[in-house]
Protein backbone atom coordinates (compact mmCIF):
# COMPACT_ATOMS: atom_id res chain seq x y z
CA UNK A 1 0.00 0.00 0.00
CA UNK A 2 1.58 3.21 -1.19
CA UNK A 3 2.02 6.18 1.18
CA UNK A 4 -1.35 8.20 -0.60
CA UNK A 5 -3.41 5.40 0.22
CA UNK A 6 -2.47 5.41 3.96
CA UNK A 7 -2.87 9.35 4.16
CA UNK A 8 -6.36 8.67 2.68
CA UNK A 9 -7.54 6.41 5.96
CA UNK A 10 -7.04 9.18 8.09
CA UNK A 11 -8.41 11.96 5.39
CA UNK A 12 -11.82 14.01 6.30
CA UNK A 13 -13.67 12.25 3.65
CA UNK A 14 -13.15 9.01 4.80
CA UNK A 15 -14.50 9.66 8.08
CA UNK A 16 -17.74 7.88 7.53
CA UNK A 17 -16.16 4.66 6.89
CA UNK A 18 -13.94 4.49 9.26
CA UNK A 19 -16.65 5.01 11.91
CA UNK A 20 -18.21 2.42 10.24
CA UNK A 21 -15.56 0.10 10.60
CA UNK A 22 -15.00 0.94 14.06
CA UNK A 23 -18.53 0.26 14.96
CA UNK A 24 -18.68 -2.93 13.26
CA UNK A 25 -15.74 -3.81 15.21
CA UNK A 26 -17.39 -2.81 18.51
CA UNK A 27 -20.62 -4.77 17.65
CA UNK A 28 -18.51 -7.68 16.97
CA UNK A 29 -17.38 -7.58 20.70
CA UNK A 30 -20.54 -6.64 22.34
CA UNK A 31 -22.03 -9.86 20.50
CA UNK A 32 -19.31 -12.46 21.22
CA UNK A 33 -16.81 -11.33 23.51
CA UNK A 34 -18.39 -8.65 26.09
CA UNK A 35 -21.95 -9.36 26.04
CA UNK A 36 -24.10 -6.83 28.02
CA UNK A 37 -26.01 -8.80 30.77
CA UNK A 38 -29.43 -7.08 30.42
CA UNK A 39 -31.31 -4.42 28.79
CA UNK A 40 -30.27 -1.21 30.12
CA UNK A 41 -26.94 -2.12 29.10
CA UNK A 42 -27.82 -3.04 25.67
CA UNK A 43 -29.30 0.54 25.39
CA UNK A 44 -25.96 1.70 26.54
CA UNK A 45 -24.13 0.26 24.07
CA UNK A 46 -27.10 0.83 21.56
CA UNK A 47 -26.57 5.17 22.63
CA UNK A 48 -22.76 4.56 22.35
CA UNK A 49 -22.14 3.26 18.84
CA UNK A 50 -24.74 5.70 17.25
CA UNK A 51 -22.79 8.42 18.88
CA UNK A 52 -19.45 7.31 18.17
CA UNK A 53 -21.18 6.77 14.38
CA UNK A 54 -21.99 10.44 14.59
CA UNK A 55 -18.50 11.23 15.57
CA UNK A 56 -18.29 11.03 11.46
CA UNK A 57 -19.54 14.18 11.35
CA UNK A 58 -20.48 15.93 14.62
CA UNK A 59 -17.37 14.51 16.40
CA UNK A 60 -16.76 17.16 19.09
CA UNK A 61 -20.86 17.07 20.02
CA UNK A 62 -20.52 13.32 19.78
CA UNK A 63 -17.29 13.25 22.26
CA UNK A 64 -19.20 15.30 24.92
CA UNK A 65 -22.29 13.11 24.49
CA UNK A 66 -20.21 9.96 25.06
CA UNK A 67 -18.41 11.53 28.06
CA UNK A 68 -21.67 12.25 29.44
CA UNK A 69 -23.19 8.29 28.41
CA UNK A 70 -19.72 7.24 30.08
CA UNK A 71 -20.55 9.19 33.79
CA UNK A 72 -24.34 7.58 33.26
CA UNK A 73 -23.48 3.75 32.89
CA UNK A 74 -20.74 3.84 35.61
CA UNK A 75 -23.18 5.68 38.09
CA UNK A 76 -25.57 2.29 36.98
CA UNK A 77 -22.79 0.15 37.50
CA UNK A 78 -23.00 -1.31 34.25
CA UNK A 79 -20.81 -3.27 32.76
CA UNK A 80 -20.19 -1.97 29.41
CA UNK A 81 -18.05 1.10 30.75
CA UNK A 82 -15.01 -0.24 29.27
CA UNK A 83 -16.10 -0.18 26.02
CA UNK A 84 -17.62 3.48 26.65
CA UNK A 85 -14.43 4.51 27.17
CA UNK A 86 -13.05 2.64 24.07
CA UNK A 87 -15.82 4.60 22.12
CA UNK A 88 -15.20 8.03 23.71
CA UNK A 89 -11.29 7.37 22.79
CA UNK A 90 -11.73 6.54 19.21
CA UNK A 91 -13.88 9.73 19.53
CA UNK A 92 -11.63 12.02 20.98
CA UNK A 93 -8.98 10.23 18.26
CA UNK A 94 -11.24 11.24 15.34
CA UNK A 95 -12.00 14.63 16.36
CA UNK A 96 -7.79 15.54 16.97
CA UNK A 97 -7.09 14.04 13.45
CA UNK A 98 -9.77 16.25 11.81
CA UNK A 99 -9.15 19.57 13.77
CA UNK A 100 -6.37 22.33 14.73
CA UNK A 101 -6.92 24.20 17.92
CA UNK A 102 -8.95 24.71 21.18
CA UNK A 103 -11.79 21.75 20.41
CA UNK A 104 -9.58 18.75 20.33
CA UNK A 105 -8.25 20.17 24.04
CA UNK A 106 -11.43 20.71 25.04
CA UNK A 107 -12.70 17.48 24.05
CA UNK A 108 -9.81 15.55 25.89
CA UNK A 109 -10.58 17.70 28.87
CA UNK A 110 -13.76 16.98 29.49
CA UNK A 111 -13.46 13.02 28.58
CA UNK A 112 -10.41 13.30 31.19
CA UNK A 113 -13.20 14.93 33.75
CA UNK A 114 -15.56 12.12 32.75
CA UNK A 115 -12.31 9.27 34.13
CA UNK A 116 -11.93 11.32 37.34
CA UNK A 117 -15.83 11.73 38.11
CA UNK A 118 -16.00 7.83 37.81
CA UNK A 119 -12.90 7.77 40.32
CA UNK A 120 -13.80 10.30 43.09
CA UNK A 121 -14.13 7.53 45.13
CA UNK A 122 -10.91 6.40 44.97
CA UNK A 123 -9.36 9.67 45.69
CA UNK A 124 -6.85 10.86 46.62
CA UNK A 125 -5.42 7.38 47.88
CA UNK A 126 -5.34 6.37 44.27
CA UNK A 127 -4.63 9.36 42.07
CA UNK A 128 -1.96 7.96 40.25
CA UNK A 129 -3.61 5.33 39.27
CA UNK A 130 -6.09 7.79 38.69
CA UNK A 131 -3.99 9.87 36.85
CA UNK A 132 -2.89 7.35 34.92
CA UNK A 133 -5.88 5.93 33.23
CA UNK A 134 -7.23 9.70 32.98
CA UNK A 135 -4.02 10.00 30.56
CA UNK A 136 -4.34 6.67 29.17
CA UNK A 137 -7.91 7.21 28.07
CA UNK A 138 -7.80 11.19 26.97
CA UNK A 139 -4.18 12.14 26.46
CA UNK A 140 -2.97 9.62 24.36
CA UNK A 141 -5.72 9.42 22.06
CA UNK A 142 -4.79 13.29 21.67
CA UNK A 143 -1.62 12.71 21.07
CA UNK A 144 -1.78 10.20 18.48
CA UNK A 145 -4.29 12.20 16.50
CA UNK A 146 -2.26 15.32 16.49
CA UNK A 147 0.99 13.23 15.28
CA UNK A 148 -1.25 11.96 12.52
CA UNK A 149 -3.09 15.62 11.44
CA UNK A 150 0.62 16.79 11.43
CA UNK A 151 2.58 14.21 9.43
CA UNK A 152 -0.68 13.97 6.94
CA UNK A 153 -0.63 18.44 7.01
CA UNK A 154 3.28 17.63 6.72
CA UNK A 155 3.25 15.13 3.64
CA UNK A 156 0.54 17.50 1.53
CA UNK A 157 2.75 20.36 2.03
CA UNK A 158 5.67 18.39 0.81
CA UNK A 159 3.81 17.20 -2.26
CA UNK A 160 2.49 20.86 -3.31
CA UNK A 161 6.49 22.15 -2.91
CA UNK A 162 7.24 19.52 -5.30
CA UNK A 163 4.73 20.47 -7.81
CA UNK A 164 5.63 24.24 -6.94
CA UNK A 165 8.99 23.61 -8.27
CA UNK A 166 8.51 21.39 -11.13
CA UNK A 167 6.45 24.25 -12.17
CA UNK A 168 8.76 26.40 -11.75
CA UNK A 169 11.48 24.10 -13.29
CA UNK A 170 9.38 23.91 -16.46
CA UNK A 171 8.82 27.10 -16.51
CA UNK A 172 12.72 27.92 -16.16
CA UNK A 173 12.92 25.40 -18.93
CA UNK A 174 10.94 26.86 -21.47
CA UNK A 175 12.38 30.39 -20.72
CA UNK A 176 15.92 29.16 -21.48
CA UNK A 177 14.51 27.61 -24.90
CA UNK A 178 13.00 30.69 -25.70
CA UNK A 179 16.26 32.41 -24.84
CA UNK A 180 18.55 30.03 -26.91
CA UNK A 181 15.91 30.01 -29.85
CA UNK A 182 15.93 34.07 -29.79
CA UNK A 183 19.61 33.90 -29.83
CA UNK A 184 19.73 30.97 -32.92
CA UNK A 185 17.12 33.12 -34.89
CA UNK A 186 19.01 36.28 -33.80
CA UNK A 187 22.31 35.07 -35.58
CA UNK A 188 20.65 33.34 -38.23
CA UNK A 189 18.72 37.03 -39.33
CA UNK A 190 21.56 38.96 -38.91
CA UNK A 191 24.55 36.92 -40.24
CA UNK A 192 23.64 33.77 -42.82
CA UNK A 193 20.04 35.83 -43.47
CA UNK A 194 22.11 38.82 -44.39
CA UNK A 195 24.68 36.89 -46.47
CA UNK A 196 22.04 35.44 -48.51
CA UNK A 197 19.99 38.33 -49.26
CA UNK A 198 22.90 39.77 -49.83
CA UNK A 199 24.35 37.11 -52.60
CA UNK A 200 20.51 37.17 -54.23
CA UNK A 201 20.87 40.67 -54.48
CA UNK A 202 24.20 40.20 -56.45
CA UNK A 203 23.26 37.63 -58.71
CA UNK A 204 19.79 39.62 -59.91
CA UNK A 205 22.36 42.66 -60.46
CA UNK A 206 24.77 40.28 -62.34
CA UNK A 207 21.51 38.74 -64.52
CA UNK A 208 20.76 42.03 -65.75
CA UNK A 209 24.13 43.29 -66.00
CA UNK A 210 25.37 40.69 -68.38
CA UNK A 211 25.30 41.51 -72.30
CA UNK A 212 23.33 39.41 -74.65
CA UNK A 213 26.26 37.80 -75.85
CA UNK A 214 26.84 35.70 -73.06
CA UNK A 215 26.44 32.36 -73.34
CA UNK A 216 22.71 31.16 -72.66
CA UNK A 217 23.97 28.42 -70.28
CA UNK A 218 25.23 31.33 -67.90
CA UNK A 219 22.00 33.33 -67.71
CA UNK A 220 20.22 29.54 -67.12
CA UNK A 221 23.07 29.69 -64.00
CA UNK A 222 22.14 32.93 -63.12
CA UNK A 223 18.40 32.42 -63.15
CA UNK A 224 18.76 28.87 -61.14
CA UNK A 225 21.28 30.68 -58.48
CA UNK A 226 18.60 33.67 -58.10
CA UNK A 227 15.61 31.70 -57.45
CA UNK A 228 17.45 29.23 -55.19
CA UNK A 229 18.84 32.15 -53.31
CA UNK A 230 15.41 33.67 -52.79
CA UNK A 231 13.66 30.63 -51.93
CA UNK A 232 16.49 30.13 -49.08
CA UNK A 233 15.77 33.49 -48.03
CA UNK A 234 12.31 32.62 -47.59
CA UNK A 235 12.36 29.49 -45.75
CA UNK A 236 15.50 31.53 -43.29
CA UNK A 237 12.73 34.14 -42.47
CA UNK A 238 10.27 31.50 -41.92
CA UNK A 239 12.12 29.56 -39.68
CA UNK A 240 13.33 32.65 -38.02
CA UNK A 241 9.79 33.41 -37.06
CA UNK A 242 9.37 30.14 -35.67
CA UNK A 243 12.42 30.53 -33.76
CA UNK A 244 11.21 33.74 -32.31
CA UNK A 245 7.53 32.93 -31.71
CA UNK A 246 6.15 29.50 -32.71
CA UNK A 247 2.68 29.97 -30.96
CA UNK A 248 2.33 33.30 -32.63
CA UNK A 249 3.31 32.37 -35.97
CA UNK A 250 1.50 28.73 -35.54
CA UNK A 251 -2.08 31.01 -34.70
CA UNK A 252 -1.04 33.05 -37.50
CA UNK A 253 -0.58 30.16 -40.11
CA UNK A 254 2.27 31.65 -41.94
CA UNK A 255 4.47 28.50 -40.39
CA UNK A 256 4.39 27.01 -43.69
CA UNK A 257 7.13 24.17 -43.24
CA UNK A 258 5.03 21.19 -43.45
CA UNK A 259 3.99 20.08 -47.09
CA UNK A 260 0.29 20.16 -47.77
CA UNK A 261 -1.71 16.73 -48.72
CA UNK A 262 -1.33 16.11 -52.28
CA UNK A 263 1.52 19.20 -52.79
CA UNK A 264 4.92 16.36 -52.13
CA UNK A 265 5.32 14.68 -56.08
CA UNK A 266 5.32 18.42 -57.19
CA UNK A 267 7.89 19.20 -54.61
CA UNK A 268 9.78 16.50 -55.10
CA UNK A 269 9.95 17.36 -58.98
CA UNK A 270 11.05 20.87 -58.29
CA UNK A 271 13.74 19.10 -56.75
CA UNK A 272 14.64 16.93 -59.38
CA UNK A 273 14.77 19.83 -61.38
CA UNK A 274 16.66 21.49 -59.46
CA UNK A 275 19.51 18.90 -58.95
CA UNK A 276 19.65 17.85 -62.91
CA UNK A 277 20.22 21.62 -63.65
CA UNK A 278 22.90 21.36 -60.87
CA UNK A 279 24.62 18.79 -63.55
CA UNK A 280 23.46 15.39 -61.87
CA UNK A 281 21.57 12.90 -64.24
CA UNK A 282 18.67 11.64 -62.12
CA UNK A 283 15.76 8.99 -62.72
CA UNK A 284 13.21 8.83 -60.58
CA UNK A 285 10.24 6.32 -59.53
CA UNK A 286 7.62 8.03 -57.17
CA UNK A 287 4.68 6.29 -55.96
CA UNK A 288 1.55 7.94 -56.50
CA UNK A 289 0.05 6.82 -53.28
CA UNK A 290 3.00 9.81 -52.09
CA UNK A 291 0.16 12.61 -52.27
CA UNK A 292 -1.79 11.21 -49.94
CA UNK A 293 0.96 10.80 -47.44
CA UNK A 294 0.39 12.74 -44.20
CA UNK A 295 2.48 16.21 -43.98
CA UNK A 296 4.49 15.37 -41.31
CA UNK A 297 5.94 12.51 -43.01
CA UNK A 298 5.87 13.95 -46.25
CA UNK A 299 8.26 17.18 -45.41
CA UNK A 300 10.75 14.05 -43.83
CA UNK A 301 10.59 12.40 -47.09
CA UNK A 302 11.04 15.80 -49.04
CA UNK A 303 14.27 16.49 -46.76
CA UNK A 304 15.64 13.47 -47.02
CA UNK A 305 15.52 13.61 -50.61
CA UNK A 306 17.11 16.96 -51.35
CA UNK A 307 19.89 16.43 -48.49
CA UNK A 308 20.69 13.05 -50.75
CA UNK A 309 20.64 14.40 -53.77
CA UNK A 310 22.61 17.31 -52.63
CA UNK A 311 25.09 15.07 -51.67
CA UNK A 312 25.21 13.42 -54.62
CA UNK A 313 25.38 16.39 -56.96
CA UNK A 314 28.60 17.08 -54.38
CA UNK A 315 30.90 14.18 -53.59
CA UNK A 316 29.63 12.17 -57.40
CA UNK A 317 31.58 14.14 -59.59
CA UNK A 318 31.15 15.38 -62.77
CA UNK A 319 28.43 13.25 -65.31
CA UNK A 320 27.26 11.25 -62.13
CA UNK A 321 23.90 9.53 -62.97
CA UNK A 322 21.27 8.65 -59.49
CA UNK A 323 18.27 6.80 -58.97
CA UNK A 324 15.54 7.66 -56.88
CA UNK A 325 12.91 5.24 -55.47
CA UNK A 326 10.18 6.21 -53.16
CA UNK A 327 7.18 3.79 -52.38
CA UNK A 328 4.46 3.30 -49.86
CA UNK A 329 4.04 -0.05 -48.64
CA UNK A 330 0.77 -1.91 -48.11
CA UNK A 331 1.14 -1.27 -44.11
CA UNK A 332 1.24 2.43 -44.87
CA UNK A 333 5.44 2.92 -44.05
CA UNK A 334 7.70 4.78 -46.72
CA UNK A 335 10.83 3.35 -48.47
CA UNK A 336 12.95 5.71 -49.95
CA UNK A 337 15.87 4.89 -52.17
CA UNK A 338 19.02 6.91 -53.48
CA UNK A 339 21.73 5.25 -55.17
CA UNK A 340 24.24 7.21 -57.35
CA UNK A 341 27.19 5.58 -59.52
CA UNK A 342 29.79 8.61 -58.00
CA UNK A 343 31.57 6.31 -55.36
CA UNK A 344 33.59 3.85 -57.67
CA UNK A 345 34.28 6.05 -60.67
CA UNK A 346 38.05 6.54 -61.34
CA UNK A 347 38.75 10.70 -61.05
CA UNK A 348 36.41 11.58 -58.52
CA UNK A 349 37.80 14.90 -56.74
CA UNK A 350 38.33 14.31 -52.95
CA UNK A 351 35.64 15.14 -50.54
CA UNK A 352 34.97 18.39 -48.72
CA UNK A 353 34.28 18.59 -45.39
CA UNK A 354 32.45 16.81 -42.75
CA UNK A 355 29.15 18.23 -42.56
CA UNK A 356 25.92 17.81 -40.43
CA UNK A 357 23.76 16.29 -43.52
CA UNK A 358 23.64 12.27 -42.39
CA UNK A 359 23.67 13.51 -38.38
CA UNK A 360 20.36 15.34 -39.44
CA UNK A 361 19.07 12.57 -42.03
CA UNK A 362 19.22 10.13 -38.96
CA UNK A 363 17.73 12.49 -36.16
CA UNK A 364 14.76 12.91 -38.39
CA UNK A 365 13.96 9.32 -39.16
CA UNK A 366 14.97 8.73 -35.89
CA UNK A 367 11.85 10.81 -34.88
CA UNK A 368 9.26 8.41 -36.46
CA UNK A 369 11.51 5.16 -34.92
CA UNK A 370 12.34 4.91 -38.59
CA UNK A 371 16.08 3.47 -40.03
CA UNK A 372 18.45 4.92 -42.41
CA UNK A 373 21.19 3.25 -43.82
CA UNK A 374 24.12 4.89 -45.60
CA UNK A 375 27.29 3.82 -47.16
CA UNK A 376 29.07 2.94 -50.35
CA UNK A 377 28.77 0.30 -52.47
CA UNK A 378 30.19 -0.94 -55.70
CA UNK A 379 28.23 0.69 -57.84
CA UNK A 380 28.66 4.13 -56.22
CA UNK A 381 26.79 5.42 -52.64
CA UNK A 382 23.50 4.18 -51.28
CA UNK A 383 21.17 5.83 -49.19
CA UNK A 384 17.80 4.07 -47.70
CA UNK A 385 15.30 5.31 -45.41
CA UNK A 386 11.81 3.39 -43.77
CA UNK A 387 9.43 5.51 -42.14
CA UNK A 388 6.75 3.59 -40.51
CA UNK A 389 3.39 4.77 -40.57
CA UNK A 390 2.46 7.25 -37.69
CA UNK A 391 1.39 6.12 -34.51
CA UNK A 392 0.18 8.97 -32.50
CA UNK A 393 -0.22 8.11 -28.40
CA UNK A 394 -2.16 9.08 -25.78
CA UNK A 395 0.78 10.70 -24.07
CA UNK A 396 4.19 11.91 -26.57
CA UNK A 397 7.40 10.40 -24.39
CA UNK A 398 9.96 12.73 -24.37
CA UNK A 399 12.33 12.03 -27.27
CA UNK A 400 16.17 10.73 -26.14
CA UNK A 401 19.50 12.51 -27.02
CA UNK A 402 20.69 10.94 -29.99
CA UNK A 403 24.51 10.05 -29.27
CA UNK A 404 26.69 11.63 -32.15
CA UNK A 405 27.93 9.18 -34.53
CA UNK A 406 30.94 7.26 -34.89
CA UNK A 407 34.32 8.70 -36.51
CA UNK A 408 34.15 6.60 -39.82
CA UNK A 409 37.24 5.46 -41.13
CA UNK A 410 39.75 7.11 -43.19
CA UNK A 411 39.21 4.30 -46.50
CA UNK A 412 35.26 5.18 -46.37
CA UNK A 413 34.21 8.55 -48.19
CA UNK A 414 32.29 10.75 -46.07
CA UNK A 415 28.87 11.63 -48.06
CA UNK A 416 28.21 15.31 -46.74
CA UNK A 417 26.68 18.42 -47.48
CA UNK A 418 28.43 21.31 -45.64
CA UNK A 419 25.77 23.37 -43.68
Same mark, same amino acid.
Given at each position: ?107 ? =????? *?? $? ?5 ? %? @??? /?? &? #? +? ?117 ? =????? *?? $? ?5 ? %? @??? /?? &? #? +? ?124 ? $? ?6 ? @????? &? #? ?7
Amino acid at each position: MNRSRIEGLFDQRSSAARAVVLVGVLVGDLLLVHRPSGGRDWGLAAAGILLCAAAGRWAFGALVALSGLLVVAHTLGSDIVPALKVLAAVTLFELSVREYGRRPVAGA =AVLAL *AV $AVNRLAD %L @PGE /LP &S #V +LYKTGIVAGLPLLMGGYVRVTRDAARAARAHAEQEEARAGQRLLAARAAERTTIARELHDLVAHHVSSMVLRVGVARHVVPDTVDARVIEVLDDLHSSGSEALADLRRLVAVLRDPDSV =AAAGT *AS $ALVTPGA %L @PAA /LE &S #V +LEGSRRAGLAVTAAVDPVLARLDAVRGLAVLRLVQEGLANAAKHAGPGARAELTVRVADDAAVHLTLQDDGAGRPGVSAPGPSGHGLIGMRERVDLFGGRLDAGPTPRGWRLTAELPALRVPSALP $ALPALPAP @PAPPA &S #VRVREQTP
